[in-house]
């Protein structure tokens, strides 16, 4: 007898672990729902029409403050369901100064929690995402830089700055691989160079791993996606370079600190 109550003890933990599983899809599939719908009524209702009227540089600012309310309120709404859970240490004064934010990328909701904490940021993103409808528009409003790499890309991101604008930039380029980080593209360092500007490198976990490069949306884990984003020692492009180094060279070495600083946060490539 206890050994049949046993396996039916065993058979009934396994039935509700797929309840909470099936149930944990379905809340990220509604937080992904939500999110596009609530990205295509803000560009084309309240940006386009709160927003209609001022100069362009200023349109984009309104924009981007917009889309961290948005952005904080979708994060509030994660943890509220019990998918999601958040921390965060250094993110203060952000926009104290023109900075170059630069982080790691191991997951698909990176973007959304790191400008959920960045009243303005010109966010480069990859060239895909302007395919996406749901994107499209929030990504137009907010003066966001297409990633095509080269001088002119180098060029747009360093304007911002110079124009008191911060950037973020995601070095990787993409999601990271599984383990550890991806190869890390030197753009930022030549904007850094470029302009002499505060680099601020932010360091992203979560705990545990979901929404990762090859992973599907719905593919959650039993347990809340903890989300943890720290700040580390904001530093300067001559601080690693001496100034009389080619730029290729300065970038390379400037590329190179940037990326001890993440792997001495993340530790053992546990991204």
Known sequence: ???????????????????EL????AGSGFLFAVFGTGSVVLAHGVLRIVD???PQSERELRAQARIQTWFSWYVRLGVWIGILGIESSGMEGLNDEPTLIVANHPTLLDVVFLLSFVPQGDC??????WENPALRGILTAAGYIPNQGGDEFIEACSARIRA??????????????KKGLGRFNRGAAHVALRTGCRILPVSITCDPPALKKGQRWYAM????????LRGGKPFRAADVAESDLAPPLAARKVTEYMRTQFEAELGNGIV
């Open 22 to 25: 099936i149930l944990r899809a």
């Open 1 to 19: 007898m206890a050994n049949q109550a046993g396996i039916l003890d065993k058979g009934f933990r396994r039935i509700l672990d797929r309840i």
């Open 124 to 129: 480069v993103v990859k060239s895909e995402a």
């Open 52 to 54: 209609r009227g001022y």
């Open 164 to 177: 008191g604008r911060s950037v973020l930039i995601f070095p990787e380029g993409s999601r990271s691989p």
């Open 221 to 228: 884990p039993k347990s809340r996606l903890r989300y943890s």
